[in-house]
């Protein structure tokens, strides 16, 4: 009798670690992921509308250092984002799993168009994991030199990345329209002309909110500068600036070059097969 069970609980055990596998990629899973997921962000939402500047070091920190300081220390409207990382982990294991299973069968079958429209399926599925692990690597792998002030025709040495900066122009056109008077004499969009340099050779480059310089794998950021509008303008100019050096960008790159790839290898065979 006593062996008759010992029998049973060995093949139950033997048989566990194959069916928390199957569950793991099952779609009705992933479907309740997403769902809590959006509940999740609904209630993120509602915290971002009072709460925005308490993310904002995560970008200079790093993922860890912020949750265990800012995070930490504000849990009633960063609860949100804590269990949306958990639900997102999550959710990358079921596609993982869901992906490796159905591969994992495909072998078998012989080559056909529905062969391709399931591989592209399963090429955006490892596109979106490669997205997710780049951004991870971001936030967790990432060296940050934050504010780093630069003045006019001042160079200075960043103790972090090493690299000389030496800002040799800047230029900061005030708004002249008329049909927006609150703006009237306010710096819009400054510009910038930075010289980057090391050992290993120099650049020249131009600075702004939305033209960072790049320079042997780092990336310079303009965070603020001054003066912003017209009461100071007789002042030194100067910017602030933020040094990056990301390792997961190449991966979140040929995450979503994948899915663009997958998706439209996907769309031309649907097309094709309507024909």
């Not at 479907?31 to 509602?46: I, K, M």
């Not at 320079?215 to 912003?228: D, E, K, N, Y």
């Not at 390792?247 to 649907?270: D, E, R």
Request: hydrophobic content about 45%.
């Amino acid at each position: 009798m006593n062996t008759g069970q010992d029998r049973r609980h060995a093949a139950c055990a033997r048989a566990l670690p194959a069916t928390v596998w199957r569950t793991a990629g099952s779609g009705r899973v992933a479907a309740g992921l997403l769902f809590l997921l959006s509940l999740d962000l609904g209630a993120g939402y509602l915290s971002l509308r009072s709460r925005t500047t308490i993310f904002e070091p995560m970008n200079q920190v790093g993922l860890w250092s912020w949750m265990t300081s800012y995070g930490e220390a504000d849990l009633r409207h960063t609860a949100w984002f804590l269990v949306f990382l958990v639900l997102l982990g999550l959710l990358a294991v079921n596609t993982l799993a869901c992906t490796w299973q159905r591969l994992s069968r495909l072998p078998g079958q012989g080559p056909g168009q529905d062969l391709y429209r399931r591989l592209a399926i399963h090429g955006m599925h490892i596109g979106v994991l490669l997205l997710l692990c780049g951004y991870l690597a971001s936030y967790t792998l990432s060296t940050v030199s934050p504010s780093v002030i630069l003045v006019e025709e001042k160079a200075v040495t960043d103790p972090v990345s090493g690299l000389r900066l030496r800002l040799e122009k800047l230029r900061l056109p005030r708004f002249g329209g008329q049909r927006l008077p609150s703006f009237a004499g306010r710096v819009i969009r400054p510009e910038g002309c930075l010289l980057v340099s090391n050992e290993h050779g120099r650049r020249m480059a131009r600075l702004g909110f939305n033209s960072p310089v790049r320079f042997r794998g780092w990336t310079i950021f303009l965070q603020r500068f001054a003066p912003t509008g017209r009461s100071g303008m007789d002042g030194p100019g100067y910017v602030v600036v933020d040094l990056r050096r990301d390792p997961g960008v190449l991966l979140s790159l040929s995450g979503l070059a994948l899915v663009l790839a997958a998706m439209t290898a996907w769309s031309y065979l649907v097309l094709r097969t309507r024909r």
